[in-house]
């Protein structure tokens, strides 16, 4: 029987609101679009589920009819461990994208299907924060399970230390809840290495009353790479307290790519308040600035511009407990190269993430498998190109980028956040160098997914 013929039977014990598109259907292709087509998964069909109850039974049909299916929310994942082709299937979750917020008891319900944007708006018209990811269109739920790094972890910590309960559709096709009290030692797992354990459908999260009535503040700043040292040093030596947030990035300046070096710094409180605690920065002499207060609900708009599904951006990444002056310049250069010699390639970035990790280092490390609470900045480096034959020149830009990364850093091991990393690394790379930690990862994984149907993002093996 093909594919198509066993979908049918499935489709009619799903919600009316499901829907199942295959190849050459007008919404098969808006419904599998990534973030970037490298090495991305080909589905043979999309199955648009619309309920918890869906979500089961369509992993009990795959289960039985043994068809692999990967979930897929916002479609940013960029890993190359995908693995899934014609005869298998994507769960597209994106109709359970529902976030109700209780202001009242402190807490937020999000669908396993909703995206950053949909969770800031719901949590901004009640007045109160709740800890997802930088990026509107990435999939709150998919950041969280690798841990969901976020401006608000300034004040919070990270998402993951935040839930208070999760509702997991595991691989036999059974819901369970996760929580500290009910299957615990899951949800340690599912702190920092989710991906691999089941579906998330819904997830209770921590949400605090808003700061400064939800002004937050931000400046966009842009120098003359001669300030790339110096930037990278006042970075180094800048106390990232509360509230603090920092993209430093190497990028093409819209519309034509010019290359320039562009700060965005963000703070959770007033203005007044954010200039003192970024003073150094106003000191460096940017060519362009401009700041200005920003309602919560759109501080991250600024970063919009890099978020736009299809064309191929192959993503590298290195975390690092300190960043080096030299180590920048050098890559600066390597940046440049890339750029002169693929012209096309103008949307391509250097992104050094500098998140505040005091409140990330208050919460206890054996509470999460997260492995990396004390690692300060995480470099990633994507290259926006559409024409394939450039993937080679791409494949050794990015190794020489981690190379450069790697032998500054003074670190003897490579390390990298679950999220960012590429798919090639170790799994020590991805989920720390603590046998302690891995076994009790693998254990996990033998106990709810012998079968590894959860295997296509960075898998525990
Ligand atoms: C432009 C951009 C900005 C980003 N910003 C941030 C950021 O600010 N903070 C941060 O921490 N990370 C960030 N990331 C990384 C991001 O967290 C990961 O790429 C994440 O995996 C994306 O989740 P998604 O749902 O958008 O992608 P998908 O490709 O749909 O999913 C990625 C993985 O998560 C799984 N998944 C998705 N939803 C669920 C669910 N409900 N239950 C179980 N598994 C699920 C999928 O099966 C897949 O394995 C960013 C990535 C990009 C491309």
Redesign the pocket.
């Known amino acids: 029987m093909s594919l198509k013929d066993e979908l049918q039977a499935l489709k009619s014990v799903l919600n009316d609101a499901a829907s199942i598109d295959f190849p050459g259907d007008s919404d098969f292709c808006p419904n599998t679009i990534?973030?970037?087509e490298y090495a991305a998964p080909q589905p043979g069909a999309v199955i648009n589920v619309a309920t918890e109850s869906d979500v089961q039974k369509t992993v009990q049909w795959a289960v039985q009819n043994n068809v692999k299916f990967?979930?897929?929310?916002?479609?940013?994942?960029?890993t190359t461990t995908w693995n899934i082709g014609e005869s298998d299937v994507i769960i597209n979750?994106r109709r359970m994208n529902n976030v109700s917020v209780n202001p009242k008891e402190g807490y937020a319900v999000i669908e396993?299907?909703a995206l950053?944007q949909e969770v800031i708006e719901a949590a901004y018209g009640e007045k109160v924060h709740v800890v997802v990811?930088?990026?509107n269109?990435?999939?709150a739920?998919?950041?969280m399970?690798?841990?969901?790094?976020?401006r608000l972890q300034a004040n919070y910590s990270m998402?993951i230390d935040n839930i208070v309960s999760l509702r997991l559709v595991t691989a036999t096709g059974d819901i369970i809840t996760v929580s500290p009290t009910q299957n615990s030692e899951l949800l340690w797992c599912l702190k920092g290495a989710?991906?691999n354990f089941?579906?998330?459908?819904s997830a209770v999260v921590n949400a605090f009353p808003e700061i400064n009535n939800g002004m937050h503040w931000e400046s966009t700043m842009i120098f003359l790479p001669d300030h790339i040292e110096e930037i990278t040093q006042t970075i180094n030596d800048l106390d990232m307290g509360e509230g603090m947030s920092i993209h430093y990035a190497f990028t093409g300046l819209p519309p034509f790519g010019f290359p320039a070096v562009v700060v965005e710094l963000w703070y959770a409180g007033t203005p007044a308040a954010a200039r003192q605690a970024f003073a150094p920065f106003f000191d460096l002499r940017p060519i362009h600035q401009e700041s200005s207060p920003v309602p919560y609900n759109k501080i991250n708009a600024v970063?919009d511009r890099?978020?736009y599904k299809g064309g191929f951006k192959p993503?590298w990444s290195v975390a690092l407990e300190k960043l080096d002056p030299t180590a920048a310049r050098d890559l600066w250069k390597h940046f440049l190269q890339f750029r002169l010699r693929h012209p096309s390639s103008k949307n391509s970035v250097v992104m050094f993430e500098c998140y505040a990790f005091g409140k990330v280092r208050e919460v206890p490390e054996a509470s999460a498998s997260f492995p990396w609470r004390n690692l300060n900045f995480h470099v990633c480096a994507s290259l926006f190109y559409t024409d394939s034959a450039i993937d080679k020149h791409a494949n050794a830009w990015g190794d020489k980028f981690r190379q450069i990364l790697q032998e500054a850093s003074g670190m003897r091991k490579n390390k990298v956040?679950v999220?960012?990393a590429t798919g090639d690394e170790s799994m020590e790379e991805i989920y720390g160098y603590d046998l302690d930690r891995l076994k009790r990862l693998r254990d996990q994984k033998a106990v709810w997914d012998p079968k590894g149907r959860f295997s296509?993002?960075h898998p525990i093996l």
């Open positions: 990534r973030w970037s990967l979930a897929q929310t916002g479609g940013h994942g960029w979750l396993g299907g950053v990811g930088n990026c269109s990435v999939g739920c998919g950041a399970l690798g841990g969901g790094f976020s998402s989710g991906h089941g579906i998330v459908t970063l890099g978020q993503t956040y999220n960012y296509h993002y």
